[in-house]
């Protein structure tokens, strides 16, 4: 069974921190980790790894794969209290020919505070 | 144009009533998926059709009935339902661009918050 594992559940921090939230996982069949943003309603995508070793940034978030240690960080730089959100960790398993799954962690629920 | 459409946004329904949830995408994805998720808890897949065929049920009671008219369109059909299925419905597309490949990143729809009386 595909296994998805992200920590710290829980992280409070002040704003201009500095962030690191990981995820590690077990999976068959590896295609791509995925990380969202989850505020109320539905998960906002933020970035796609399939390299090892690559990072991806977008503003003050940036993300890196790791696939020797199945294990992937996602960093946030100078938090703001908008920040704050659950992030949730997904990864993606190709199934049978044509399908595709993803699995999620639990999330890590981030509180910036002003 | 990421966006995902979802109607309706909260549904009250009886144990006997038969309703349908609607997703809508106009991304040309080929892949659309519905998710399940309870409070605090991440998204649980449910089904995924690929190029408007079915392709993964994850073992879900037959009182949800997924149905996909064409490539923009996929609709989950409820008859039934227990008191437990009350949760936020997902629907997410993907580009599938064909086997052995990521299917590429999912974009959500804002959700259908069902309750289920």
């Known amino acids: 069974e595909d296994k998805v594992v992200q920590s710290p559940l829980s992280l409070v921090v002040h704003e201009g921190d500095t962030v690191t939230l990981n995820c590690s996982y077990e999976?068959?069949?590896?295609?791509?980790l995925l990380w969202y943003k989850q505020e109320k309603k539905a998960p906002t995508f933020l970035f796609m790894l399939t390299s090892s070793g690559i990072e991806k940034k977008s503003g003050r978030l940036s993300s890196i794969l790791d696939k020797k240690e199945l294990s992937s960080i996602l960093n946030i730089t100078a938090t703001q209290t908008g920040d704050s959100a659950i992030y949730l960790c997904?990864?993606?398993?190709?199934?049978?020919?044509?399908?595709?799954?993803?699995?999620f962690g639990e999330g890590t629920q981030l509180t910036v505070n002003p | 144009d990421t966006e995902v459409t979802q109607t309706p946004k909260h549904l009250v329904m009886g144990m006997t009533n038969k309703k349908s949830l609607k997703c809508e995408q106009h991304m040309g994805h080929r892949a659309m998926y519905w998710y399940k998720q309870k409070a605090k808890k991440p998204p649980e897949l449910m089904f995924v059709?690929?190029?408007?065929?079915?392709?993964i049920n994850e073992s879900v009671p037959s009182r949800f009935s997924p149905e996909c008219p064409n490539s923009s369109l996929l609709n989950l059909h409820l008859h039934a339902l227990q008191p437990e299925d009350s949760a936020l419905y997902l629907c997410?597309?993907?580009?599938?661009?064909?086997?052995?490949?990521?299917?590429?990143?999912?974009?959500f729809g804002p959700g259908t918050r069902l309750t289920v009386t």
């Open positions: 997904a990864v993606e398993a190709v199934v049978k020919t044509s399908g595709s799954r993803l699995t």
């Open positions: 059709y690929s190029y408007e065929k079915l392709s």
């Open positions: 997410a597309s993907s580009q599938d661009r064909g086997s052995g490949v990521s299917k590429g990143e999912q974009y």
């Open positions: 999976v068959t069949n590896f295609r791509s």
